[in-house]
């Protein structure tokens, strides 16, 4: 064998490519699995035309969220001129929806950027490092898993005042346990096997090891989660705002729309029930697409 071949192979085994071949080759797997769940790319849809409205509601929107008609538009039912009817203000219904889906995705992003790192963090270190430490995070795990996540947030932003902003946090605060749970699992899983004391042996510091080799394996189980948990957060963030300490008027956010057309609701029903109407749409797509991401990342599953 020559020399030349020999380096080209062993250019070719310490190359990248593989790998990134190897990523590929799951990728388009895991996209086969889900692209068969009929109800998942529904779901995917629903959360792809939600992001294509919230970039162009400038664009969509006939009418201004904030600015309405009160003499001539008050509660008008659905037409052609208004498609969902207008509020007891005069503003466009459908144009406050759209821009309603801005606030939607602002929430359910910022609690998942916020919540998600904290409970991955959390899981991973007791998980790894099992005592005290692991015995002292998950009580307090534990403590906020007592409360029920509603109740929790109410009490968070009634110390910290109504505001978008501070039900945000809020809803982060309560949000972060099951995630750690989730970490804490497969961190006990994997912290024991022949990979994992490789990389012992290879001198690596626990800090390393958790953030390098432990946390990307806990990421799919933790996205899963997040997207099925993101219904409740919309939900969540609709109480509150109908509670009257999330978003405030003027904003167009839904749950405020929906306390503010809740006196309406037995003669103009469309007041509350087209903002309804959109949490539950989106809800649901929310839902079938962590459904759909279950079942595709999930490495037990066979090829289909």
């Not at 035309?49 to 929107?61: E, I, M, N, W």
């Not at 008008?76 to 144009?95: E, N, V």
């Not at 090891?209 to 990307?216: A, T």
């Amino acid at each position: 064998m020559s020399i030349a071949t020999v380096q080209t192979r062993r250019d070719w085994l310490l190359s990248d490519r593989p790998r990134t071949q190897a990523r590929l080759g799951r990728a388009y797997v895991a996209w086969r699995r889900f692209s068969a769940n009929r109800l998942a790319f529904l779901g995917l849809l629903i959360i792809i035309a939600l992001l294509v409205v919230a970039a162009f509601a400038d664009v969509l929107a006939p009418y201004s969220p904030t600015v309405g008609d009160l003499k001539n538009a008050r509660l008008l039912a659905p037409s052609s001129a208004h498609w969902f009817g207008t509020d007891d203000l005069g503003r466009d219904i459908y144009s406050r929806i759209l821009f309603g889906s801005r606030w939607t995705l602002y929430v359910v992003i910022l609690v998942a950027i916020i919540a998600a790192p904290i409970g991955l963090l959390v899981g991973t270190v007791a998980g790894y490092a099992g005592g005290w430490t692991d015995a002292i995070l998950m009580r307090i795990t534990d403590i906020f898993l007592a409360f029920p996540k509603l109740i929790l947030a109410l009490a968070f932003v009634a110390a910290l005042g109504p505001g978008i902003e501070n039900a945000v946090l809020a809803i982060a605060i309560t949000s972060w346990p099951p995630y750690a749970r989730i970490a804490r699992a497969e961190t006990m899983t994997v912290r024991n096997s022949d990979y994992i004391k490789a990389v012992q042996l290879m001198g690596a510091s626990p800090f390393r090891i958790v953030l390098r080799h432990i946390m990307p394996l806990c990421i799919s189980s933790l996205i899963i989660r997040v997207t099925l948990d993101m219904a409740g957060i919309i939900l969540t963030a609709a109480g509150l705002g109908f509670l009257g300490l999330g978003a405030q008027p003027p904003l167009p956010e839904w749950g405020t729309m929906i306390a503010s057309g809740r006196r309406f609701v037995l003669d103009q029903w469309w007041v509350a029930g087209a903002p309804g109407f959109a949490i539950l749409i989106v809800s649901l797509g929310f839902n079938l697409l962590g459904d759909g991401l279950r079942d595709a990342l999930d490495p037990r599953s066979g090829d289909q």
